[in-house]
């Protein structure tokens, strides 16, 4: 049995920790943690779990939790995971950050684009970036484990076959992505209520967005080479879902049948990474409520650019989903044991 512990587990991260583990037979959900709604039943603040899951939600007890959880999911803003984290090597448990804290290598870079000090620099050393495509041998010895942001996952998953062979131009590659508002979590501000974002579609944190140093951070490590992004974010009226679609120069006499060769190849045994035929393209509904990434990819002869579309569930493959990715390898489990569904349709 795996005992676990959710930190902020009324966010909609967290919530959507509790609908992948609560009913999976190798798993206690040990502490539920909310500063809001500790002594409140989660099953009656969010009714799609009432009938499976009976919980009631507690404050915080960093002692408590440390002891008794084996993992512990941290989906609290950033900054928070620090301490708890902190604790829980001290007393050798396992960390699923959800937030950013451990995510840039460079304590310097996260304190630039996240205002906030960086307190744990020796942990950070040793954290292990939690993208189980890119380096799932390191996931399965962590102790510490950065889950990747929403945005990030459908880039690098978009980026990565070609940054490994190097076929890309440096600094040609523009990411223009869409994702729905709950991306801004729950707590969310007034810019994300029905009435503001209903019927619109926006653009924000245009050229100074905080994953830029992440996407470029694991770009850089894959292709051997710095490499800079441009990245816009945007936001449509849609509840969940990120689709990436992404353009960069690639180096000279590769055809559209062999990009899109190799990134088949490149995803072939990849549970949860699905190349679609070539001229097809990407929806957001199909991987909602699943862990699946599902790429269009083609090359434009005309202009010497690939462009790739990369659709993710920003709760599941975005956060969530993949933090139990991440802890079936850490615990030694099949990577996709609670986390094989088919999409909902229509
Ligand atoms: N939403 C998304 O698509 C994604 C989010 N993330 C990251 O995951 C983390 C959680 O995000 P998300 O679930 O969306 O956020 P939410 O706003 O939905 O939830 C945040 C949770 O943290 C608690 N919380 C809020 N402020 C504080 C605080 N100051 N101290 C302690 N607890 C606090 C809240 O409950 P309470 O106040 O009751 O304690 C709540 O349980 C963030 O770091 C986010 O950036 C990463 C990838 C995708
Ligand atoms: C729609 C929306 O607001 N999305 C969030 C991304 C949330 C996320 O992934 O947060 P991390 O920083 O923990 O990765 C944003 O753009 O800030």
Redesign the pocket.
Known sequence: MIHVSII???????VELVRLLGLREDVVLDHLT????AGQKIQHLFPHLLGNIDHTCEELDLEQVTTDSDIIFV????G?ALPIAKKAKEKGKKVID???DFRLKDAAVYEEWYKVAHTEPELLEEAVYGLPEWDRDAIKDATVIANP??FVTSILLGLMPLMKKGWVVPNSIVCDSKSGT???????NVANLFTEVENSFKAYGVAHHRHTPEIEQLLTQMAGTDTMIQFTPHLVPMSRGILSTIYATVTGGHTAEEIHALFEEAYADEPFVQVLPAGMWPMTKSVKGTNNCQLGVTYDERTGRVIIVSVID??MK??AGQAVQNMNLLFGLAETTGLQMIGLFP
């Not at 902020?8 to 967290?14: D, F, I, K, M, V």
């Not at 989906?75 to 950033?78: E, K, R, S, T």
């Open positions: 902020g587990a009324t966010g909609y991260t967290g909310s500063r809001t709604y989906a609290l803003p950033h928070h959800l937030g950013a942001g929403c709950s991306g801004a979590g729950r707590a969310g920003n709760l975005g956060a």
